[in-house]
């Protein structure tokens, strides 16, 4: 354990547990300059207790062992506690972190098996912002939760079922199988369901055959089924290629889309029929719920058959909860849906623990999304008013981050560039995406997400690569930097601020898990490349005074670029050796 925030918890923790059952600590990073952390905890404890919070502050904060790895501990009037760590043990902390590839990050004690239901494109529609939202935050969260060593399953819960298809299948007949498949296959899938549903709208004899086709699909008419799957194979084409340009590793073993779950619908109605939890209303089938009311003030009915015997959206849902917690046996399913799915989702929850198929609500979490906007802090639109194509912006940045690199740097070949811009083209958008709050809403500005200035990715790539050049320049390997061998030292508040924000990447990574929020991530990696800024510029590294602190300090520049690479990883973002 590398880490002096756990460490102190680990400490205090008893400490608290003794005085009152299940009081917490909370300790925090410390907001007054010459201190490290400070502990929250007394103040509520006190309450609890009936005494005085700079009493108990004293009282919590007088162990002994508390004293072996803070150099002060201050109590205020408040009840605080401020701690500032001893300048021994941190460099002995940092020095074990730099000697440990996990960088302190614990391996989950009881690992879970987690399905994530994210990115979910729609056949013949192309990807929005929306999916480029759940497709980069899902990844992450992927990666974080794998990194602390549960087993994720990846479902793409793809829209390749419904009643559109009817429709989708006439076009495609009209305007020739090969024509109607070039179109998809080349990524103009909005422009396919437009005309598709321009013709269904124009003409009663395409709807009389729309609706006799989807009667032939539903029934599963072999040729019918065929043509289905060019529709889903054409558009999978191209959400692959998406996937690759983004660096995503979505793969078509991971698409668990709404069709696989159609033949599961019939029992789940039934299952829930046998359960007594049906009531008809208007002809459909429906579940109420406690809690759910309408407007007006009745109850809200989640509908899982409608009155023509179909099935949708709903009853769909309510058949992935019962195949992620009854065949897959997860321990937890998340849902990376934008958030005016929120009732929906949370209802499907309701009625999936209600049938018993959700072990405990707190299994199955939403995690909810905003919006990405235009300029005009609209929905972000292209000139024309249409949704804008995924593809057309990624690689966009990637021609802006190109542009970007090849003025600064001069050293790199062609080969080396384009595939550098591709890193922080596709990082900026990934990064920007990623740093905000995901419940908040955010303006898509190329200009600011592929800026080298201020809390962008490229700022970040770029910290890292300066971290990097200092060994280039002098010819040595940061390998031999990192393994533990190389004693860190502490002495200027610089070299201090660095080694304590290096030994908070544990708690930064755990933080953002835990509440399924990457941005959290970004915050401290953009926070530490801070403080290797202000380090570097106050601490000659190869000048260094004597030969101890210019290998601490280089150590320290390969700890810090290992630790920005790290973090970026964890968010999907890939870190350039030079740019
Ligand atoms: N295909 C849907 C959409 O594009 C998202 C599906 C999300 N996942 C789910 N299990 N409902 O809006």
Redesign the pocket.
């Known amino acids: 354990m590398a880490a002096p925030a756990q460490i102190i918890a680990a400490l205090l923790q008893p400490v608290f547990a003794e005085l009152a059952e299940g009081a917490d600590p909370m300790l925090r990073p410390s907001s007054r300059s010459g201190f490290d952390f400070q502990v929250n905890g007394s103040i509520a404890l006190a309450k609890k207790l009936g005494r005085r919070p700079d009493e108990v502050a004293t009282l919590v904060s007088s162990g002994v062992a508390l004293k072996e790895v803070c150099e002060s501990i201050e109590v205020t009037p408040q009840g605080f506690v401020n701690l500032r760590l001893d300048d021994a043990f941190l460099a002995a902390c940092v020095s074990e972190l730099a000697g440990d590839s996990r960088l302190g990050v614990e391996i989950a004690a009881t690992p879970l098996t987690v399905v994530v239901?994210?990115?979910?494109?729609?056949v013949a529609?192309e990807m929005?912002a929306?999916?480029l939202r759940?497709t980069v935050i899902g990844d992450s969260l992927c990666r974080l939760l794998e990194h602390f060593g549960h087993r994720v399953i990846r479902?793409n819960?793809?829209?390749d079922w419904g009643t559109q298809f009817g429709m989708l299948i006439e076009y495609l007949l009209d305007v020739g199988e090969t024509e109607g498949a070039h179109e998809l296959s080349v990524g103009d899938l909005d422009g396919f369901y437009r005309q598709a549903r321009a013709a269904f709208d124009a003409s009663p004899e395409v709807q009389e055959r729309a609706r006799r086709r989807v009667v032939a699909l539903q029934s599963g008419d072999a040729e019918t089924l065929r043509l289905w799957g060019v529709l889903v194979e054409e558009s999978v084409g191209y959400f692959e290629e998406v996937y690759a340009k983004l660096g995503i590793g979505l793969t078509r073993d991971d698409i668990v889309g709404?069709s696989f779950y159609n033949p599961m619908l019939g029992d789940v109605v039934a299952e829930l029929d046998a359960k007594g939890l049906l009531v008809e209303s208007d002809g459909a089938k429906c579940v109420f719920v406690d809690g759910w009311t309408t407007r007006e003030g009745d109850p809200l009915p989640l509908i899982v058959q409608k009155s023509d015997g179909g099935y949708g959206?709903a009853t769909?849902?309510l058949a992935?909860l019962w195949d992620r917690f009854g065949r897959i046996g997860a321990d937890l399913a998340v849902?990376?849906?934008?958030a005016p799915?929120a009732q929906?989702?949370a209802m499907?929850f309701a009625v999936a623990a209600k049938a018993g198929w959700l072990p405990s609500p707190e299994q199955a979490v939403h995690v909810a999304f905003g919006s990405v906007l235009g300029a005009d802090r609209k929905m972000f639109k292209s000139r024309a008013g249409a949704t804008f194509k995924l593809v057309d912006l990624l690689d966009e940045a990637v021609q802006r981050a190109g542009e970007a690199v090849s003025a600064r740097s001069l050293e790199l070949n062609d080969s080396e560039r384009a595939s550098v811009a591709r890193m922080v083209g596709i990082g900026a958008v990934k990064y920007a995406d990623l740093s905000t709050d995901r419940l908040r809403d955010y303006v898509f500005d190329l200009d600011r997400m592929v800026s080298f200035d201020g809390n962008t990715g490229p700022y970040l790539q770029y910290a890292r690569v300066r971290c990097l050049s200092i060994f280039r320049k002098a010819g040595l390997d940061p390998a031999d930097y990192l393994g533990g061998g190389v004693p860190i030292q502490v002495g200027h508040p610089a070299e201090r601020d660095l080694a304590v924000a290096l030994t908070g990447f544990p708690a930064a990574a755990s933080a953002a898990l835990e509440s399924w929020s990457p941005h959290k991530l970004c915050a401290y990696i953009y926070e530490l490349a801070g403080f290797y800024t202000t380090f570097f510029e106050n601490c000659p590294v190869l000048k260094a005074p004597n030969e101890e602190s210019k290998n601490s300090r280089l150590a320290l520049c390969a700890l810090s670029a290992t630790v920005i690479g790290q973090g970026l990883s964890l968010l999907g973002i890939e870190s350039p050796e030079r740019m």
């Open positions: 239901d994210y990115s979910a494109p729609n529609k929005h929306g999916h759940t479902e819960h793809v829209g709404e959206y769909t849902d992935t849902y990376v849906v934008g799915q929906h989702l499907c």
